[in-house]
């Protein structure tokens, strides 16, 4: 597909390829590393993991016995979002890359401006202190790219304020229904890619009605439909699947949806959690 060989390039040069292969939720041990291997087999070569996910080792050795280069393949982690301090970051960077396997990493993360179980918590102090560990390795060259995930545009400006450094990437939920308009305007105008995690809604997407329709009209699934909209958006899709058809069936996106197609879908605006 072409798509597997497209590229953005991100706002320091680096290029990352514009579908990224998800593991959220992918248990450790054989099905990540199943998950992984048949995506990189099916010509993936953007993969996305986190030590949240507690799957790094087996993203890290299934990369590895690929026998793909490890700079032909892009590679995200991402920092637990309990780690607000300067030396936690540096030291969990190099859990991440001992995990991994790997000697550097293309691109690292913070993963939510708060911890998961404080959520909302004012944590701008720690969020700058574990971007300046960041922004060290990434100017040692052990990182090539650096990013937040999940952060509002307030909590991307303290950053910016604090550190004089502009993220490379928002990495954010964003499907049909959720496409977080403020927070793509504030990033696009800002040159921050977003990544679009979860571009099927968990899955729940699948059933909106207007989506089913449209995969009709188009001769496509309703998960191509959800993945060529984040496309057609510039968003990044990290779609992810265990079974091997549905992650070949994710990158069969090469088409594009009409412009009234696409006020159509950007018109849903309901949870899609309501649609099941
Ligand atoms: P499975 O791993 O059993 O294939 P999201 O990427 O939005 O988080 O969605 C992931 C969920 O969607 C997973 O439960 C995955 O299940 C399912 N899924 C992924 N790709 C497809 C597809 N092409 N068709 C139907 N379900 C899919």
Not at 57 to 64: E, H, R, W
């Amino acid at each position: 597909m072409k798509v597997l060989n497209d590229v953005y390039v991100l706002s320091n040069g680096v290029k990352i390829p514009k579908i990224g292969f998800g593991t959220w939720q992918v248990p450790s041990g054989d099905v990540a590393y199943d998950s992984v291997m048949m995506a990189l087999k099916n010509g993936y070569r953007h993969i996305d993991t986190a030590a949240a996910y507690q799957n790094e080792a087996s993203v890290g050795k299934a990369i590895k016995d690929s026998g793909i280069p490890r700079e032909e393949i892009f590679v995200t982690s991402k920092l637990q979002s309990h780690i607000k301090t300067y030396e936690g970051a540096k030291e969990a960077f190099k859990k991440t890359l001992k995990e991994l396997d790997f000697d550097y990493l293309d691109l690292y993360l913070i993963h939510a401006p708060w911890p998961w179980n404080e959520m909302g918590k004012d944590c701008d102090k720690g969020n700058v202190e574990a971007f300046k560990a960041m922004i060290e390795a990434y100017n040692d060259g052990k990182i090539k790219a650096i990013g937040v995930s999940n952060f509002s545009p307030k909590d991307i400006d303290n950053i910016i304020n604090n550190l004089d450094f502009v993220p490379h990437v928002n990495q954010i939920g964003y499907f049909v229904g959720h496409n977080q308009e403020v927070t793509d305007t504030y990033c696009k105008a800002k040159n921050i890619l977003v990544e679009a995690y979860s571009p099927l809604a968990i899955g729940f997407a699948l059933k909106n009605p207007k989506v089913i329709e449209m995969a009709k009209q188009y001769d496509k699934t309703p998960a191509q439909i959800l993945i060529r909209y984040c496309l057609e958006k510039g968003t990044l899709p990290l779609p992810k699947s265990t079974h091997e058809s549905r992650i070949i069936e994710n990158t069969k996106v090469d088409f594009e949806i009409k412009k009234a197609d696409m006020d159509i879908l950007d018109s849903i605006k309901d949870d899609p959690r309501k649609w099941n």
